[in-house]
């Protein structure tokens, strides 16, 4: 952990070395989700709902789920870029460091200009949290805050999975760009919109639905029934991101290098 | 004109080896098409007003933009450019015996074609056969069809001409990044490609109007649904082409003081 801190500084200090070119590309990073919601706005003010959703719901799913892209955005796209590392041999050098490969790979990128994004996704949160006419507890804060948590432990996941395949294939996959971005703009809307199937695979296979729609069910207060259950339901993340580092293990076992 | 033909050509055939990209790059843009189409059925399921565009213009408004979408995507751009002016090679460049707006404007084009060529026809045919409500359906006429690939093909040829202008104005920043990151995002917002332009609200609308970007990417997609008759979209063809000119003017006018001023970089 104290390694991972040391990455971060590091990387910091160099970003901000182009302190022009950082600000404006974070600028910009704060333009890019800003045109989106503002697709998602209009949407809603030509039509009014979506499904029984008021903006200002849909707008809470909005914000969760590109608080928690942009936050594994910014601390985990060094998987994304581990194809390369793979196919230039320098993944060699990681394993002989006396070090987890996991925090050398996340140490290897972080991109601070995603702040930007960050910071667009907590103020659509904070923007929708204040419309809503639900009752805030501390029970639907810590729902939230967890949410947010397990989303970013899954597109986590999603990277180290696409990263694993590199092990196999030796290049990077674009069907990785499929789900995380993807799943990005899909689950930025209530799931309850469409196909059953996506239902599905959204809840079971990647449990984007998790950490989003279900657990809001409840913070919108919309169910009935356990709300323990839907409260624990963002925990799927934490089990997805088990999975992914188990696949990860296994992949880096049977590593064989390209000796360039 | 030979030479920019052949510099065309060049990055066309250059361009058609990509195809493993070119799969990738359909599954990605077919999955998109998807992912909005359902979005936007949603929203019309139980709409209690009248929205402006019916759910089959809005459908094959989103299938053409994900087939066209590397011809009229705003940013995307050329990072060879970029280093020719910002490592130096530029001077390489200027020794060329052809004007060297045209010179990029025809390897822009070339480059833009060949990515879409290889995309657009298996994503079209996809569209054409899925079942309602995500089938594409042809155009209501065969003047709107006509119509409608006269002004895409203007429409790009638009979209070139404000991407020039994006590449020329690295002259004076010198990185790209930024500014080209900016430029591109609002100029596609306007342009239609995250809502269509009657979906967006009137303020924003008359803004829109006056601006070239709605020409290029929203104009020709609803010409083709026949949102746009074709009478009307006679005169639009009209207007984009005096877009067109007045861009390549002032493009060129921009590249001679870029050209008075430049600084070769590094040796």
Redesign the interface.
Known sequence: MKLFFRYMSMHFRSQMQYR??FW??T??NV??PF??F??VY??F???????GWTLYEAALCFGVIHMAYSLSDCFARGFDTFAELVAGGDFDRLLVRPRGTVVQVLGSKIDFTRFGHMLQAAIVLGWAASRLPAEWTLAKAFTLAHMVAGGTLIFTGVMMLAATMCFWTIEGL??A??VI??GR??TQ?PLH???RA?MIVCTFVIPFGCVSYWPLLYVLGKTDGNAALYMMMPLAGALFFVFSLLVWRLGVRRYRSTGS | MNAYLSVWRLRFVTGLQYRAAAWAGIATQCSFGFIFIMVYAAFYRNSAVKPPMSLDEVVSYIWLQQAFFGLIALWFRDHDLFRLIVSGNIAYELCRPCGLYSFWFAKLTGTRLSRTVLRCVPLLIIAVVLPQPYRLIPPPSATSLVLFVTSLAIGMLLVVALSMLIHISVFWTLSPAGSVLLFGITGEFLAGMVVPVPMMPLWLQRMVEWLPFRWTVDFPFRVYSGHIPPGEAATGILVQLIWLALLVVAGHWCMRRAMRRVVVQGG
Do not use: W
């Open positions: 022009a070119s404006m590309i600028f910009g333009l890019v045109a989106a503002a697709g209009f949407l003010g030509r039509f009014g709902s979506l499904q674009e069907i760009n499929i971005d993807g703009e899909m809307y919109i469409y196909h996506v």
